[in-house]
Every structure is written in C-alpha cells, then in structure tokens.
C-alpha cells in the first residue's frame, strides 16, 4: 500500500482544506512534517486513523461518544464570528490487488448544525468510481481488511507507544497485544465465543438437570465484568484524550508564550541572580588585577627590561667576586715577592755568585708579575647591593617574568569570559517582557500543567485497573468455557457437543503452536533490529520472547540474562523501536509507516542511529511528525538524502490557526 495524498478540512487546529502530497520520491522514501508543539502534529496522526477505522479508531465507542469525539473535532476559534459547521478527512492510496494497482479514495465528513452534529458520510472510491459490489454499510469491514486495525498499530505508533513499550512494567502487556493482532488471535478468541454460544444453547436441557450448573452465575458474572470492563476502557480512552488535549493547549500556551517572550520571563529571576554572580566575580577579578598592579605587575609588562636588569645584577655580582680574587693574588704576589727579595732568599744555596742571584731573582719576578697579571673583564659597579639584597632581586625578576604573566593571562581570560557573558545577559534582560503581559500565559500554563498530571495520574490509575479487570474477564471466560465442556462432555445424546471440547483443545494447540513459531521469528528479527539501532554493538547478543507469557529476555554475547532495568534511558528507546519494527518485519504486510514523535527522549547517539539507521530502512514509504528539536537543523541535514517531501506547521496564535508550508523549519 502507498499513501498518495491526505486532506483535512476544519479538523482540530487546521482551518479551510488543507493537502499533503505523501508520495516518495525514487528512492527517498521519508516525508516529514515539522510543527512545534501545539501546531497539529498529532491531529494529523489521529485524523487518518480517523479516516480509515472511523468510530473504532480508539477502540469501540457508542455512538453517542462517537458523535461527541467528532463534534469536538470541528474546528472552532475565538477570533470567529461564524465557526466551522462542516469537517472531513480524506485519504488517497494505491493498493495492489492480484497484480493490478487500484486507487481507493476514503472520506469522512460530518458536520454540526444549530449545535447539533449530524449524521457521518463515508464514502469509498475505487479509481473515481463507487465501490459498489459492496453495501455502503458494510465500507467500513472492506478498508479494515485492506488495512487491519490491529496490524496498522504496528506501522501507526506515536512516542507515547514507544514509551509504554519502553517501561519495564507495560512492555509484556503491550506485546501481548501487538503479537495477538498480528496473528489474527482474536480470531480464534471469537471462535471461542462461538463456541460458548453453541454450548449454552445446546446444553440448556443438561444444566437443567445437573445441580452442580454454575453456568448462569458465571455468565452473569461474565456480563458484569465486560460491561466494568467496557465502561472501564472507555474512561481511559476518555482520560487520554483528555491527556493529550491538555498537552496540545499546553503546546500552543507555550508557543504563544514563547511569541511574548515568556521563556525570558520566567528565566527573570534566575538571568537576575546570575547578572548578580558575574558582577561579583568581576569586582573580585578586577581587585586581583589592582592588587597585582601594586605589587610587580608593573614590571611583568617590561619583561625585557627585567632580563636586562638581571643580567647585570649577574655581571656586577661576578665583577666582585673578580675584584675580591684579585685583592687575594695582590697580597699572595706580595708575600712572594717579599720572599724572593729578602736578603737569605738563596743562602740555602752554595756556590752561586751575586750575578747569578740577581738573574735568579729577575726571572722569579718576571714569573710572578705574569703570574699574578690582573684580568681585563671587569665592569663598573652601578647597584651597590649586599647579596642578599640581590638574590631577593633575582626571585622578584623571576616572578614578574614567569608567574605573574600566567596567573594575569587566567585572570584576563576570565574576565573577558565575565564581561561577555554579562553583555548576554544584559541583552536578554532588556528583552523581557513586562510582567503583565506574560503573567496571564504564565498561569494559564501552570493550570494546564496541573490538570495534565491531575489527568496523567487518573488515565494511569485507569490503566492498572483495566489491567486488573481485563485479567478477572480472562479468568472467567476460562471458567465459563470449563463449565460447558463439562456439560458437553456429560451430554451423551450429542455427539456434535461432545466434539466442542476436543475442538477447544484443537484451537488452544492451534493457538501454542503459532505462538512458538511466531515468537521465535519476532525474536530472530528484534535481535537484528535492535543490534542496527544500537550504540553499543556489543551490549545484545540476543532477545528471546517466551510463546507462553510473551516474557522478554534479553542476553549478552555470553548468553548471561540482562535487566531490562540496566538499559539506559536510551537503550530502552531503541528497545522499542525495534521491537516495533521487528513486528512490522514479522507482520509482512508492505503497509507504511507513520510516526508522530518519536524521538523527544533520545539521546545524540541513539537519535542518530534511529534517524540514519531506522528511518530510511523502516518502510518504502515513512512519514514522520516533528518538532524542531527532535529533528534540529543539523539532522535534517543528514536526513535530506533520504527526504522526499517536508511541510511546516506554523500555528499562529493571533489567526487561532495553524498554516501549512512547504519546506521545513529551515
């Protein structure tokens, strides 16, 4: 199946006709509609369940809650005079059928007259002409075997359905579900019913003999619960519906209040207490620099001038060390010379002549005065200065040229880091609205979030209970069908009643054997699913689903158990997905797949391997509704490739419309 085109007319927050072209392009498979929250994204989702399942597409409503959900779906805006009194939807697709491909044509429209709604058409076209070898009451079954409800949930699903299949609690309950609607169990359920309807009849001369007959007391009991049941589910649908109403008003609050400024606004007091914080880190940094400047700061900034006084200090230090040296040698040379000169200098000595000993003494002072030659290297004394005097000198030189620069440079970045982020700030604090005129969206916000938990909180009590009653309905069911093959097996003058429990008994084999098969197939293909969307190639070895409960296991590479529980936030995500689209892969229908908000609670990585991995593989055909931050500007640009087509939602809150254009947000 192929979705060709999709119009909506006054449906929710879309004023007038409205078409979107869904059809791929070659291989670009993906067409995305982005629209902030509150803009229609989900109104779209629901509008072609809506479309193709009409008064089941949020399980069985009386017609009455039918004509109530459709009348709320008209659109209606405050800034209207006259408000819509006419809503449609309509849905082009191509099907193929014994290799030929028709195009069916669906629309749903209905109307509201003098605060009344009326009466739903539904028409059905196959290439532009009525498909009439088919009662027009009976148009509804036609489409819901082209596209089976159940079966659509597994190519239809929102982050809401992600995320229950991604908690640790509802993901068995919500397996059990999906693999019973894409094994068409619920067949079998009904053969059942069947079956019990068959008994109760053909057993009513038996159970009015046999004392031990509670079939009347389980039947009534059996009534009850589904009526507690019913009642039961319809308030949770009623309570999500509400759910999701609450968050479409806080999407468009929140756009509105962006449009004012109001995200500045409530950041008022925290942009205040940081403008605070910086000026006081720039005072203290800037008492760091005045503290340096009257110490040697100064002489940092002539680091030159330092090397040269140092280096001087080195040469006027070594010059006196030269001149105390020297003072030594000249009282040495003395002594020596003394000693030549003096008058027994060479009296030890016989047989010398005076001549000789005055040619001796010659050459000994010649010796000497070579000897004890004073150096040329001395340089004049400028700073008279003790050596300790001195070295205290060299430590400062030291500091000024190597510490103080690094610690000023950290000082100076910091500062210039301070200034800019004040400027910020300051910027956006001139941008802040005044406080009446964000105070209304304020609250009205806050009242929005108040009742959404107050809703979140009744749908999940809801859920628990039908959970709770849906299992009391199963019990009774098994005890009622116990009851009447007891009596089928007691009533010796049929044979056909006798057959009914070894019927049952064929049907239950049935039924465990398609499981088996089933479970072993869809977990096959969520393993390898969920290894190509994961982050962590080697966190799964494999995922193994139990045929009895639908218990999911999962194992690494060493066949050791894995708490789902141990999953990060992320990983769950990705559980989901792929579970999801490993029973799409088991389904083996070519149907599309939609997606409305899939990503808000992913992580980079694992947004990255479900937008470059999932999407393009996903289905031939992928429509995916988006806000900018799920898919940002950056991941549009690495899913462009694959992007047949992209529209943008823009609800504008002055015309209480939302605008449909071509082209993303960017």
């Not at 057959?499 to 398609?514: E, H, N, S």
């Not at 699913?529 to 999962?554: M, N, W, Y």
């Not at 141990?566 to 559980?575: I, P």
């Not at 898919?631 to 549009?636: G, I, K, M, R």
Request: with cysteine.
């Amino acid at each position: 199946m192929i979705l060709k085109t999709f119009r909506v007319t006054n449906v929710g927050v879309f004023r007038g006709e409205h078409t979107f072209d869904l059809t791929s392009r070659g291989s670009r498979s993906i067409v995305l509609i982005g629209g902030k929250n509150g803009a229609g994204k989900s109104t779209l989702f629901e509008a072609i369940r809506l479309c193709l399942y009409g008064a089941k597409v949020n399980g069985p409503l009386t017609q009455a809650q039918y004509a109530a959900y459709l009348d709320e779906k008209i659109h209606s805006s405050q800034h209207l005079l006259v408000q819509p009194g006419f809503a449609s939807v309509a849905l082009v697709v191509d099907v193929s059928e014994y290799g030929r491909v028709r195009t069916y044509e669906l629309t749903r429209s209905w109307t509201r007259s003098n605060g009344a709604l009326g009466s739903e058409t539904f028409e059905l076209t196959r290439d532009g002409v009525p498909v009439d070898e088919i009662e027009n009451q009976h148009w509804g079954e036609f489409v819901e075997d082209l596209v089976p409800r159940g079966i659509a949930d597994l190519f239809f699903f929102d982050g809401e359905r992600i995320q229950r299949l991604a908690r640790d609690s509802t993901d068995t309950v919500e397996l059990h579900d999906a693999i019973k609607s894409l094994l068409g169990l619920h067949l079998v359920e009904r053969l059942n019913a069947d079956l019990n309807i068959y008994l109760t009849k053909a057993t009513r001369h038996v159970r009015r003999k046999d004392p031990k007959d509670r079939t009347e007391g389980l039947q009534a009991e059996l009534r009850e619960a589904s009526q507690e049941l019913d009642a039961t589910a319809a308030a949770e649908r009623d309570a999500q519906a509400v759910v999701l109403e609450l968050r479409e008003s806080i999407g468009r609050v929140a756009s509105q209040l962006t449009a004012e400024g109001g995200t500045l606004a409530k950041d008022r007091d925290a942009l205040t207490e940081r403008r605070a914080t910086l000026i006081a880190r720039i005072q203290r940094d800037e008492d760091t620099v005045r503290e340096a400047a009257s110490g040697l700061f100064p002489f940092a900034v002539v680091p030159d001038l330092c090397l040269q006084l140092r280096a001087s200090l080195a040469a006027e230090e070594a010059a006196l060390e030269n001149r105390a040296a020297e003072a030594r040698l000249a009282r040495a040379k003395d002594e020596l010379l003394g000693a030549v000169h003096d008058d027994g200098f060479l009296d030890s000595v016989k047989g010398l002549s005076k001549r000789a000993t005055t040619r001796v003494r010659e050459e000994l002072d010649g010796v000497i005065a070579r000897t004890f030659a004073p150096s040329a290297g001395s340089c004049d004394i400028v700073h008279d200065l003790s050596p300790s005097k001195r070295a205290r000198l060299g430590e400062w030189i030291r500091e000024a040229t190597n510490e103080i620069p690094v610690s000023m440079q950290a000082v100076a970045k910091r500062l210039d880091e301070e200034y800019r982020e004040l400027q910020r700030i300051e910027r956006r604090l001139k941008k802040v609205p005044e406080e009446g005129v964000v105070a209304p969206l304020v609250a009205r916000l806050e009242e929005h979030h108040e009742q959404l938990e107050r809703a979140t909180r009744r749908g999940d009590e809801l859920h628990r209970q039908l959970q709770a009653l849906q299992s009391r309905h199963e019990r009774l069911k098994r005890d009622y069908a116990t009851e009447l093959d007891r009596l089928a097996t007691a009533d010796a003058a049929k044979a056909t009643t006798r057959l009914i429990p070894r019927l049952r008994t064929v049907l239950d084999d049935y039924q465990t054997a398609l499981l088996k098969r089933k479970t072993r197939e869809l977990a096959r293909e969520a393993t390898q699913c969920f290894e190509l969307l994961s982050r962590k190639k080697d966190r799964i070895g494999s995922i193994e689903i139990a045929p009895d409960d639908l218990a999911v296991t999962l194992r690494d590479h060493k066949e050791r158990e894995i708490e789902k529980a141990h999953l990060s936030a992320g990983e769950k995500q990705m559980y989901a997905v792929a579970m999801l689209w490993a029973l799409a892969r088991t389904s083996g229908r070519p149907l599309p797949v939609i997606i409305d908000t899939p990503m808000a609670r992913l992580d980079s990585d694992h947004r990255t391997l479900f937008l470059n991995d999932y999407l393009p593989a996903a289905s031939h055909q992928v429509i995916v509704l988006s806000t900018d931050k799920e898919v940002d500007a950056e991941a549009f640009t690495e899913l462009k490739p694959h992007i047949a087509r992209s529209y943008h939602l823009g609800y504008d809150d002055g015309d209480g419309a939302t605008h449909v254009q071509r082209g993303y947000f960017w």
